[in-house]
């Protein structure tokens, strides 16, 4: 039996934005254009506008294919109960995801955050990838803070926001100077001193 339109359609996506990620994480977003991306998906050149838009909607797009995926990933095989536990494993896999073999879904993140800085129409779907981030983390402090874990004195959206912030800095440090930047060794510090400042 052959695949339906909707299967087809969510295959070529995907390969569109793997693509895209691996033009993007080697030369940057200024780069990379429409044309290329479908080529190198092998697909047509129209394929990527056709689907996406403009550049900038394929660089949200990436971002969202990127952050996202992790937490559908880390949500569907992590074993951790919710609360604490699920925050401090979602911390350290965060961090342990930006350098594997294949570090070509990290550079291509930082890049696209990057940009937003100075484009104005990336900012807003920018903004809905940051925003999903954050509510994750702040769900999983919230289920803390019930459980009697997490000290109930903690803001849950602050908390988040600068727990997503310091996680961002540190990739962003990773990728500019990867050689004197131990990602392990900041995981493990990190994941500490952020378990004694919010154990109940």
Same mark, same amino acid.
């Given at each position: ?14 390969? +569109?934005?793997? *693509? !895209?990620?691996?033009?993007? $994480? ?7 254009? #429409?044309? /290329? ?57 965060? +961090?342990?995801? *930006? !350098?594997?073999?294949?570090? $070509? ?7 696209? #955050?990057? /940009? ?85």
């Amino acid at each position: 039996m052959g695949r339906t339109h909707a299967e087809r359609r969510d295959e070529a996506e995907r390969r +569109l934005l793997a *693509a !895209a990620v691996r033009i993007v $994480a080697d030369r940057g977003i200024e780069g990379m254009t #429409l044309t /290329e991306v479908g080529e190198a998906a092998g697909y047509s050149r129209g394929l990527p506008a056709h689907y996406f838009g403009r550049k900038h909607d394929l660089v949200a797009a990436v971002a969202s294919y990127i952050a996202d995926g992790f937490a559908t990933r880390l949500a569907r095989t992590s074993d951790r109960p919710p609360g604490m536990a699920s925050l401090l494993h979602s911390v350290a896999s965060y +961090l342990d995801r *930006a !350098a594997p073999d294949d570090a $070509a879904p990290t550079r291509a993140l930082m890049i696209a #955050l990057a /940009e937003a800085l100075t484009e104005p129409v990336l900012a807003e779907p920018m903004s809905g990838v940051t925003q999903r981030s954050v509510g994750r983390l702040r769900a999983m402090i919230r289920q803390g803070i019930e459980r009697g874990e997490i000290r109930r004195d903690v803001d849950p959206h602050a908390q988040a926001v600068i727990i997503l912030g310091t996680l961002r800095t540190t990739i962003a440090h990773w990728v500019i100077d990867p050689e004197h930047v131990d990602l392990a060794t900041l995981r493990d510090c990190y994941v500490s001193s952020l378990q004694r400042s919010l154990a109940a």
